[in-house]
């Protein structure tokens, strides 16, 4: 038999063994080589995300992969609502997520494991957290983008969120993996015991202790100043005119 001939009935016979083990493979992760959580997950991730992630997470024309991500920032986006769209070219914003807690962590499940890699969520004790060095982090960090307040700021092209509604794990997770435009800040730029104190400030921050009176919707300087020249100015000129018109 020819040389050619030869390798072609070679190729011929293996490329069905070849396609059984990748199959055999694949039935395995989706019935035994993964966790039961992760497995439960595997038909919302195949009905909701695999359209723009693909099927083995690996991205598509319409979304970026998920190969490395991580639990931190697939977690993020699932429970925040930013994630799943109804479009690929929808803002990526925080709405109310569409599953409740416990398919996301199925679905979060599934897809770490279908892709690897990347942070894990962050575990978070607000007890242990340093107000005062949290303050000093935030506002080192975080302030230039999301206001000293936590409202939210404006970006080139792009608008910084408000950080008051996010909850603890959320705060944590977006340091971490960097959500959008925000940089990550791993262990080296803030360590653990510094992103206790940074969360457990950035969290206080929903319910303020507003010890110097009205705090005119915390809007800053600018408001407080606009604030002191109507109250105040025209308070003035107001009182100057009613002496005005008794003499």
């Given at each position: 038999m020819p040389l050619r001939a030869r390798s072609a009935r070679r190729l011929l016979l293996t490329l069905p063994i070849a396609c059984a083990i990748a199959a055999g493979a694949t039935t395995a992760f989706a019935q035994g080589g993964a966790t039961a959580e992760a497995r439960t997950g595997r038909e919302i991730y195949l009905g909701d995300c695999a359209t723009c992630h693909g099927p083995t997470g690996r991205g598509s024309d319409r979304g970026p992969t998920l190969e490395g991500v991580g639990a931190a920032a697939i977690d993020f986006m699932v429970?925040?609502?930013?994630?799943?769209?109804?479009?690929?070219?929808?803002?990526?914003?925080?709405?109310?997520?569409?599953?409740?807690?416990?398919?996301?962590?199925?679905?979060?499940?599934?897809?770490?494991?279908?892709?690897?890699?990347?942070?894990?969520?962050?575990?978070?004790?607000?007890?242990?957290?340093?107000?005062?060095?949290?303050?000093?982090?935030?506002?080192l960090q975080c302030a230039a983008c999301h206001s000293w307040a936590g409202n939210g700021g404006a970006l080139a092209d792009r608008a910084a969120p408000a950080v008051t509604p996010?909850?603890?794990?959320?705060?944590?997770?977006?340091?971490?993996?960097?959500?959008?435009?925000?940089?990550?800040?791993?262990?080296?730029?803030?360590?653990?015991?510094?992103?206790?104190?940074?969360?457990?400030?950035?969290?206080?921050?929903?319910?303020?202790d507003d010890r110097g009176g009205w705090a005119l919707w915390h809007l800053g300087p600018m408001s407080e100043g606009a604030a002191g020249l109507i109250l105040g100015v025209g308070g003035l000129l107001v009182v100057a005119r009613w002496l005005g018109t008794r003499t």
């Amino acid at each position: 038999m020819p040389l050619r001939a030869r390798s072609a009935r070679r190729l011929l016979l293996t490329l069905p063994i070849a396609c059984a083990i990748a199959a055999g493979a694949t039935t395995a992760f989706a019935q035994g080589g993964a966790t039961a959580e992760a497995r439960t997950g595997r038909e919302i991730y195949l009905g909701d995300c695999a359209t723009c992630h693909g099927p083995t997470g690996r991205g598509s024309d319409r979304g970026p992969t998920l190969e490395g991500v991580g639990a931190a920032a697939i977690d993020f986006m699932v429970r925040t609502g930013r994630m799943p769209l109804d479009h690929p070219d929808d803002p990526s914003m925080r709405r109310p997520p569409a599953y409740d807690r416990a398919a996301q962590r199925r679905l979060i499940a599934y897809a770490t494991e279908l892709t690897g890699g990347g942070p894990a969520v962050p575990e978070v004790d607000l007890a242990a957290g340093d107000l005062s060095e949290g303050g000093r982090l935030y506002r080192l960090q975080c302030a230039a983008c999301h206001s000293w307040a936590g409202n939210g700021g404006a970006l080139a092209d792009r608008a910084a969120p408000a950080v008051t509604p996010a909850s603890p794990v959320e705060i944590a997770e977006a340091v971490r993996t960097g959500p959008g435009a925000m940089p990550v800040f791993g262990s080296s730029a803030i360590s653990d015991d510094q992103l206790s104190s940074l969360v457990a400030y950035t969290h206080a921050l929903q319910d303020p202790d507003d010890r110097g009176g009205w705090a005119l919707w915390h809007l800053g300087p600018m408001s407080e100043g606009a604030a002191g020249l109507i109250l105040g100015v025209g308070g003035l000129l107001v009182v100057a005119r009613w002496l005005g018109t008794r003499t």
